[in-house]
């Protein structure tokens, strides 16, 4: 049966929250940034009227301003951010309940069992864009295809507050001229190497073969092949099925230069993991830390944790022990995250260890599992840790 994807993308998100919440702005240039003190004050995003003014992201709040001495900037504001596109995320489902997030302004929506009670792709597309305008305030554009990459390709052809639908009948004439790196999968170093074989655009891609793009770009090559032909069939993965791995980032107002100044962070990043762990009931087998330099460099490192573990306590200390291994703080810090992979269910066996005491950190889950509890029944702020009460990152 023929698929309807859909592919909703916030239009300059991070700018467009800063007008929700103070409306003064809304027909300045605006760019949302790093404060000029604390983060070397580089601009993370920004909006369109900005964009005419050539405004880049990542470029100096100085660099910007000499191109647009009238740009209004911001301060970023992550907690609002995830307040809206989970709002946004709520209308989506009542159009289907296979909803994919990517990032926190994308999402994919499979709507092929939703036509009947509210029509084509397209007009589902019109209703999500009609409504999140209405009832958000922000407007989307939305994509509509066949598959995952050709719907996202889509919401990214006309923006803002735009529906643009590929259908197996257009597609060779809407895709396939375009550039090869309008497609997902197609970074910088793909874009070289495609340009080195001579292939520019999509259609290039789709014209040049599997065996050929396999051979000089491995397996990579093979899928941007079957990507390029319309031939993708990965499913939209609703967010409520089980995840691979649980992450949290943050990039931070100041930056980080100690590993006491990097725990309470950690901490608290580690937290709303391990209450993301509890609800699906997964275990956490190894952590992964990630960090981004001042320079902007980023870096991961892994370990495995003692036994599989659900505490937040007890991965935020793998994460410091990784930190401290392998980096150091030698450098200071913009951004740091950590990941809990290779989850298990906590049913499957483990082989445990004589030479670590495993009786303390059975006793830390224990009073974890309370606190997560009683912050289910009276709210995330219910019960806080003294380490992260001042956070403000
Ligand atoms: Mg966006």
Same mark, same amino acid.
């Given at each position: 049966?023929?698929?309807?994807? /859909?592919? @909703?993308?916030?239009?300059?998100?991070?700018?467009?929250?800063?007008? /929700?919440? *103070?409306?003064?702005?809304?027909?300045?240039?605006?760019?949302?940034?790093?404060?000029?003190?604390?983060?070397?004050?580089? =601009?993370? +995003?920004? *909006?369109?009227?900005?964009?005419?003014?050539? #405004?880049?992201?990542?470029?100096?709040?100085?660099?910007?301003?000499?191109?647009?001495?009238? &740009?209004?900037?911001?301060?970023?504001?992550?907690?609002?951010?995830?307040?809206?596109?989970?709002?946004?995320?709520?209308?989506?489902?009542?159009?289907?309940? $296979? !909803? %994919?997030?990517?990032?926190?302004?994308? @999402?994919?929506?499979?709507?092929?069992?939703? *036509? /009947? &009670?509210?029509?084509?792709?397209?007009?589902?597309?019109?209703?999500?864009?009609?409504? !999140?305008?209405?009832?958000?305030? #922000?407007?989307?554009? !939305?994509?509509?295809?066949? *598959?995952?990459?050709?719907? $996202?390709?889509?919401?990214?052809?006309? $923006?803002?507050?735009?529906?643009?639908?590929?259908?197996?009948?257009?597609? $060779? %004439?809407?895709?396939?001229?375009?550039?090869?790196?309008?497609?997902?999968?197609?970074?910088?170093?793909?874009?070289?190497?495609?340009?080195?074989?001579?292939?520019?655009?999509?259609?290039?891609?789709?014209?040049?073969?599997?065996? =050929?793009?396999?051979?000089?770009?491995?397996?990579?090559?093979?899928?941007?092949?079957?990507?390029?032909?319309?031939?993708?069939?990965?499913?939209?993965?609703?967010?409520?099925?089980?995840?691979?791995? !649980?992450?949290?980032?943050?990039?931070?107002?100041?930056?980080?230069?100690?590993?006491?100044?990097?725990?309470?962070?950690?901490?608290?990043?580690?937290?709303?993991?391990?209450?993301?762990?509890?609800?699906?009931?997964?275990?956490?087998?190894?952590?992964?830390?990630?960090?981004?330099?001042?320079?902007?460099?980023?870096?991961?490192?892994?370990?495995?944790?003692?036994?599989?573990?659900?505490?937040?306590?007890?991965?935020?200390?793998?994460?410091?022990?990784?930190?401290?291994?392998?980096?150091?703080?030698?450098?200071?810090?913009?951004?740091?995250?950590?990941? +809990?992979?290779?989850?298990?269910?906590?049913?499957?066996?483990?082989?445990?260890?004589?030479?670590?005491?495993?009786?303390?950190?059975? %006793?830390?889950?224990?009073? %974890?599992?309370?606190?997560?509890?009683?912050?289910?029944?009276?709210?995330?702020?219910?019960?806080?840790?003294?380490?992260?009460?001042?956070?403000?990152?």
């Amino acid at each position: 049966m023929e698929r309807t994807i /859909l592919h @909703c993308d916030l239009n300059n998100f991070f700018a467009s929250v800063a007008v /929700l919440d *103070n409306p003064t702005i809304k027909n300045c240039p605006i760019a949302v940034c790093g404060s000029k003190e604390e983060r070397h004050g580089i =601009v993370l +995003a920004k *909006n369109e009227l900005a964009k005419k003014f050539g #405004v880049k992201t990542a470029e100096a709040i100085w660099e910007a301003k000499r191109k647009c001495p009238d &740009l209004i900037t911001v301060p970023p504001t992550y907690k609002r951010y995830r307040e809206v596109s989970n709002a946004v995320k709520e209308i989506y489902l009542r159009y289907s309940d $296979k !909803v %994919e997030p990517f990032g926190i302004d994308e @999402c994919w929506l499979d709507v092929t069992g939703s *036509n /009947l &009670l509210f029509g084509s792709g397209e007009d589902i597309a019109e209703r999500l864009r009609h409504d !999140v305008k209405k009832e958000i305030g #922000v407007t989307i554009s !939305v994509g509509v295809s066949f *598959n995952k990459v050709f719907a $996202k390709l889509g919401s990214d052809l006309r $923006k803002p507050d735009a529906v643009t639908v590929i259908s197996r009948e257009n597609f $060779k %004439e809407t895709v396939w001229p375009l550039p090869a790196d309008a497609m997902l999968g197609v970074g910088k170093a793909t874009l070289a190497n495609l340009s080195s074989l001579g292939i520019f655009t999509i259609g290039d891609i789709a014209a040049a073969g599997s065996e =050929v793009l396999e051979k000089r770009l491995g397996k990579m090559g093979k899928e941007l092949y079957i990507y390029a032909s319309g031939n993708d069939n990965s499913p939209v993965i609703a967010e409520s099925s089980t995840p691979k791995s !649980v992450g949290r980032t943050t990039t931070c107002k100041h930056d980080i230069h100690t590993a006491d100044e990097a725990w309470p962070i950690i901490l608290a990043l580690s937290e709303e993991i391990s209450e993301t762990l509890r609800c699906h009931g997964l275990y956490c087998n190894t952590v992964q830390a990630h960090i981004r330099t001042f320079d902007l460099n980023v870096k991961e490192f892994q370990a495995p944790t003692l036994m599989p573990t659900q505490s937040s306590v007890a991965m935020a200390k793998k994460c410091m022990e990784i930190l401290k291994d392998n980096f150091g703080f030698t450098t200071p810090l913009r951004s740091v995250g950590l990941r +809990a992979i290779n989850l298990t269910d906590g049913i499957t066996p483990y082989q445990t260890d004589i030479f670590n005491d495993f009786s303390k950190s059975e %006793e830390e889950c224990k009073i %974890e599992d309370k606190i997560f509890e009683i912050r289910k029944k009276y709210g995330s702020d219910s019960v806080i840790r003294g380490t992260t009460i001042n956070n403000d990152f």
